[in-house]
């Protein structure tokens, strides 16, 4: 399969703790987007990076939430000190080629994140 | 971020023709307009996607009103596997894409 994997498909964390949602793009896709739905919502826009670098992350809370993606391995979004708010499934998708805005998006099928 | 507006909830009849709107009245002129589509418990998966022209795939038609203000997304022929959310997102040249609520299609049987 040589889609969006992302891992763990479900992570129980306790208040406090420390969540980290891992992401591996499409082979050769060079651009990941991380998404957060909350139940019976749509997905809101967290973060957009290519290779190293962090395009736009105008989704993504400014404390507690980050993300990386480095030339080798998969992406990962980190969440500190996880509070019940937190409880979500979270998307990564990937695109191709730099005119990702002509590219389907390839999504995941998510981290279900829930925090006790 | 241009914006999308999409009814709430659509019924449709198992085999009959299912036309889904979406309003983009902020459309900018480089925008794709690309529709997804989720089943409960899972990613959105990619249906079609387009910029001024009518598109057609095995999945799906799309097709884009004369002044890029709305579009329609026409499932041929409804099944109970195409009951979904189904969301219409712009893409822009920076690659964002804003997701709205969708529409939860369901078909009966």
């Known amino acids: 399969n040589a889609g969006v994997m992302q891992n763990p498909r479900h992570l129980v964390r306790r208040r406090g703790q420390e969540a980290r949602l891992r992401c591996s793009p499409v082979?050769?896709?060079?651009?990941v987007y991380w998404y957060r739905q909350l139940p019976e919502e749509g997905l809101k826009f967290m973060v957009y990076l290519q290779k190293e670098n962090i395009i736009d992350e105008s989704g993504m809370p400014k404390e507690r939430f980050s993300a990386e993606f480095p030339k080798e391995g998969p992406s990962i979004l980190r969440i500190q000190q996880v509070v019940r708010g937190d409880s979500a499934a979270y998307f990564c998708?990937?695109?191709?080629?730099?005119?990702?805005?002509?590219?389907?998006?390839?999504f995941g099928n998510g981290t279900r994140l829930t925090v006790t | 971020d241009a914006k999308t507006t999409q009814p709430n909830s659509m019924e449709s009849n198992e085999e009959e023709p299912v036309h889904l709107p979406c309003n983009h009245s902020t459309i900018s002129g480089t925008d794709y307009i690309h529709w997804y589509r989720q089943l409960p418990s899972q990613g959105p998966e990619y249906v079609i996607h387009?910029?001024?022209s009518n598109v057609n795939n095995r999945m799906a038609s799309l097709a884009i009103a004369e002044d890029r203000k709305s579009s329609t997304l026409i499932l041929h022929r409804a099944t109970l596997r195409d009951a979904a959310v189904y969301y219409c997102i712009l893409r822009d040249v920076a690659g964002k894409s804003t997701f709205g609520d969708g529409t939860t299609l369901t078909v009966k049987p």
């Open positions: 082979k050769g896709h060079s651009h």
């Open positions: 998708a990937s695109s191709p080629n730099p005119s990702s805005y002509n590219s389907p998006l390839h």
């Open positions: 387009g910029l001024t």
